[in-house]
């Protein structure tokens, strides 16, 4: 994450991290797959947040789950081209003026990973206002 912390330092972006007081009970993972949702989601926030924006992560249980979440103050996801965005190869029109050179795979793959741990990944978003992407992992019963 060394070279998202250096793009988002030329872009000025601002950070705020959101983490429950109570410790949060355990999720069974492969850290290294994990891993790379974490990333995918972060670099996308970086990569389609404008200079001078902010980031918001929030970790916290919800029910029988553990949400990750990121915000971000980005270009957003334009509402009719929502549906597939979690699709192989799939990119919202306005996220090539961002990065002309992403493959579209990122999210395809963060959804794979996750629901191959039994969770489940989500987003809202605004065009022009950012947006949000979550996933959610079971914790061990």
């Not at 809202?124 to 959610?136: H, I, L």
Request: with cysteine; hydrophobic share 35%; net charge neutral.
């Amino acid at each position: 994450m060394v070279e998202g912390s250096k793009r988002s330092a030329l872009k000025k972006i601002t950070y705020e991290n959101i983490i429950p007081k109570e410790p949060l009970p355990a999720v069974l993972l492969d850290s290294e797959k994990i891993r790379l949702v974490f990333q995918k989601l972060c670099n996308n926030a970086i990569d389609y947040t404008k200079e001078e924006g902010k980031i918001t992560t929030t970790l916290k249980k919800i029910d029988d789950r553990i949400r990750f979440e990121i915000s971000d103050t980005g270009i957003g996801i334009p509402k009719v081209e929502q549906t597939p965005i979690f699709g192989r190869f799939y990119r919202a029109s306005n996220a090539f003026t961002m990065k002309p050179d992403a493959s579209g795979l990122g999210l395809y793959i963060a959804k794979y990973f996750v629901e191959q741990h039994g969770g489940k990944i989500g987003f809202e978003s605004e065009e022009g206002k950012g947006s949000t992407f979550w996933f959610e992992l079971p914790v061990i019963e």
